[in-house]
């Protein structure tokens, strides 16, 4: 099954933009996964082809058109998840994220303006996502973030399948630091640990720094993680 991604945006040109590059763009090149930008605007019915209205109740911007922006939504529409990317939405988490690479692709719903006609989500099964607490000009980069957070998961395109098992949110944990050559860098060394060839003593030591990064630097992951919470960040190594 090859995961399907279709992104309804008013700028197609945007995409695959980065997809089309490094790991996404290599797989997209071997048919791992299939991405397919449709512009909103073929839908419109007028000849000015027109997609967005002024509030109603008056207020600054434009909103985009339920009627518009549902027919490309029904366009579309084969079973696979419909998602959109808004601030309002549900923060995207690696669980999420890995639910969707498991399944068939995604739709995703690129907004501009003040964003959409609140009908449309009365009216179609869309799912909310944001990918933090800032506003963008439009939901491509959003899309661009939720698609490669996904088809880095899929089979073969990592490589060895072990390659993400140990990465930042995959066990409710930031990573661990990382060190490479050289040994000695601007008077700082690799920790000697990690020179031992101790293997066991290796994996202790990347999961305590795992948890203390993360008790230090997301106290509201540790607390998740642990059901403990951190009313203060935490110096590393204090209990």
């Not at 419909?82 to 068939?104: C, D, H, N, S, Y």
């Not at 992951?221 to 642990?226: N, S, V």
């Amino acid at each position: 099954m090859t995961f399907a991604a279709t992104v309804l945006t008013l700028y197609p040109e945007m995409f695959p933009g980065p997809l089309g590059l490094s790991l996404a763009g290599r797989a997209l090149g071997e048919g791992r996964w299939s991405l397919d930008a449709v512009n909103i605007r073929d839908f419109a019915t007028d000849r000015h082809r027109s997609v967005d209205d002024t509030p109603a109740g008056g207020g600054a911007g434009m909103v985009l058109r339920a009627d518009v922006v549902a027919r490309a939504v029904d366009y579309v529409s084969d079973g696979r998840p419909i998602l959109t990317m808004t601030p309002r939405g549900k923060p995207l988490a690696q669980a999420r994220v890995r639910e969707l690479a498991a399944g068939p692709g995604a739709i995703v719903l690129c907004g501009r303006f003040e964003g959409f006609d609140e009908r449309l989500f009365e009216a179609r099964a869309i799912e909310e996502i944001s990918i933090g607490d800032y506003v963008l000009s439009g939901g491509e980069m959003g899309a661009l973030v939720l698609l490669d957070a996904c088809v880095r998961l899929l089979p073969g395109v990592m490589g060895a399948a072990s390659s993400g098992d140990e990465e930042s949110f995959e066990g409710g944990l930031l990573e661990y630091p990382h060190y490479t050559r050289p040994y000695e860098w601007e008077g700082r060394t690799i920790p000697e640990v990690l020179r031992s060839g101790d293997h066991a003593k290796i994996a202790a030591w990347r999961k305590q720094r795992a948890e203390d990064d993360t008790r230090l630097r997301r106290p509201d992951l540790w607390e998740r993680h642990t059901g403990v919470r951190v009313d203060r960040p935490l110096a590393r190594g204090e209990d």
